[in-house]
């Protein structure tokens, strides 16, 4: 027998413009769409992925949903119902890369906390990374900062999470600007593998930023009206 899902997999959450859905394996093409785009795809590799790459994240990230209660979302517009990108938190593994960020959290218990199911991986407790990409058709009309917003909601508001983190490399403008329109703090850097400006392909020593929300940080920027 398997285990009891953490997480309800069929019920999509929705904000002002979008309808958010967790990625499991059924969600593989519309995850494609967004991370074969053109202006995505170089943020996160040195190449664009194949279907089949994608499908194997498809099925990590809904283990991860049912093993673990989180990960990212695929945003589909609410009114076309056109897939406008991916976002959202998901646990990160303990690991020395990971425990980088310990510099940048309260210096307590929870911090280091493992959550009690060791699959898909072992993972922090209490404190979650958030992030976005977007077709690059939907770039410019704040869809990031909006599911940003719905990711700090469901992690303090429903998952109870002490954090949330957000890491991008140095020279990723827009992503650094969603996380400081929602009312992140940026904390510092660390070094892992990733892109680094000017040069082909992964390093491993990108320099990320690191962002920060704790819970209680005070209200959020509240979201622009239209
Ligand atoms: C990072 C990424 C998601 C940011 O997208 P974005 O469209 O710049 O961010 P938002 O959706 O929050 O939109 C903000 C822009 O929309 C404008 N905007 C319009 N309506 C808005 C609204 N209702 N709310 C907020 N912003 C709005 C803002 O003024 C801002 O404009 P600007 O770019 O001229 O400053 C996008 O560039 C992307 O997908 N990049 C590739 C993948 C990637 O790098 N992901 C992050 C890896 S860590």
Do not use: I, K, L
């Given at each position: 027998m398997g285990d009891p899902p953490l997480a309800d997999l069929d019920t999509p959450r929705f904000t002002q413009r979008l309808r958010l859905e967790p990625v499991r394996p059924a969600k593989a093409l519309d995850l494609w769409r967004v991370h074969q785009d053109d202006k995505v795809w170089p943020w996160y590799s040195g190449a664009r992925p194949s279907l089949e790459q994608v499908r194997a994240s498809a099925a990590f990230m809904g283990d991860s949903w049912r093993l673990h209660g989180v990960h990212k979302w695929i945003a589909y517009d609410?009114?076309?119902?056109?897939?406008?990108g991916r976002g959202g938190l998901s646990r990160t593994p303990v690991d020395d890369d990971w425990g980088q960020i310990y510099a940048f959290l309260?210096?307590?218990p929870w911090v280091r906390a493992a959550h009690g199911a060791h699959r898909p991986f072992t993972a922090h407790a209490n404190w979650v990374e958030i992030g976005w990409a977007l077709r690059?058709?939907?770039?410019?009309?704040g869809y990031a900062s909006e599911i940003g917003r719905a990711g700090l909601a469901f992690a303090f508001d429903t998952l109870g999470m002490r954090a949330v983190v957000s890491c991008t490399v140095r020279h990723n403008v827009r992503s650094r600007s969603v996380m400081e329109r929602i009312g992140m703090r940026y904390a510092g850097e660390i070094r892992s593998r990733g892109m680094v400006e000017g040069a082909a392909g992964e390093q491993d020593d990108a320099p990320f930023a690191v962002c920060v929300r704790l819970r209680?940080?005070?209200?959020?920027p509240p979201a622009p009206t239209p």
């Open positions: 609410r009114g076309s119902g056109e897939v406008v309260p210096d307590e690059r058709e939907f770039w410019g009309r209680g940080d005070g209200a959020p």
